[in-house]
């Protein structure tokens, strides 16, 4: 596998529109922030302990989709370490995977709102225990956090824009370096919907500001 590319979304007019990821990085992350700060402090640098873990990340769901589409992974250009810790990630999938036995209709299908002109890539949509499930994994090491459950919202729509019915959405955290096994949380459905509702606010606050770019250079200008 070599480096994903980041994903870029058209509309059915050719236009590219926003991911929901773009979308949901107009939230404030006060946690972010102060994780950043601590991580300042102890002199390790940021932006490259995220790219670091943005390759575990991007490595486990690698993983997970060859094995769900019996295909065999390429690690070749990913260091023993990132290998090492995806391995443990892709271990806790499979655990809770030989519990929840699943049987793929899509995994990484990118998708598109008309409706609400916005696209995403689920990761994983299946029959699982006789329910059709949407599951997003996470490879964080803390938590599962809100953004992660408007994030999930989101594809959900897609998928039901897209003619698919979901009986069941949720989060399965993978966390790196950990022993404990997949942390799994259903979302309700008020959940769902509530996310949803906060994930349309965000894209308008995206869509807003960047019509409103020339105020910002005139802002910047004058400052």
Same mark, same amino acid.
């Given at each position: ?115 609400? %002109? ?32 408007? %994030? ?68 910047? %200008?004058?400052?």
């Amino acid at each position: 596998m070599k480096g994903k590319a980041k994903e870029k979304y058209r509309n059915a007019a050719g236009d590219i529109i926003p991911s929901v990821t773009t979308a949901l990085a107009e939230l404030s992350k006060p946690a972010l922030v102060r994780w950043a700060n601590k991580m300042g402090l102890k002199g390790i640098d940021t932006n490259i302990y995220v790219d670091e873990l943005a390759d575990v990340g991007l490595l486990t769901h690698y993983f997970i989709m060859c094995h769900l589409q019996d295909e065999i992974p390429d690690v070749d250009e990913f260091s023993p370490e990132k290998v090492r810790l995806a391995e443990g990630c892709f271990k806790q999938y499979l655990d809770w995977e030989q519990r929840n036995p699943v049987r793929r209709i899509l995994s990484e299908e990118p998708l598109v709102s008309e409706k609400y %002109q916005f696209g995403g890539t689920p990761d994983l949509y299946a029959v699982c225990n006789k329910e059709l499930i949407l599951a997003d994994f996470k490879t964080n090491a803390t938590g599962i956090f809100p953004e992660m459950v408007y %994030q999930v919202s989101a594809y959900r729509k897609l998928l039901v824009e897209a003619g698919y019915n979901v009986s069941k959405a949720l989060i399965l955290r993978l966390g790196r370096g950990t022993h404990e096994g997949a942390d799994e949380k259903i979302l309700s459905d008020h959940e769902l919907d509530t996310g949803f509702e906060i994930f349309v606010r965000c894209l308008d606050i995206y869509r807003l500001k960047r019509g409103n770019e020339w105020l910002c250079t005139e802002i910047i %200008q004058h400052v």
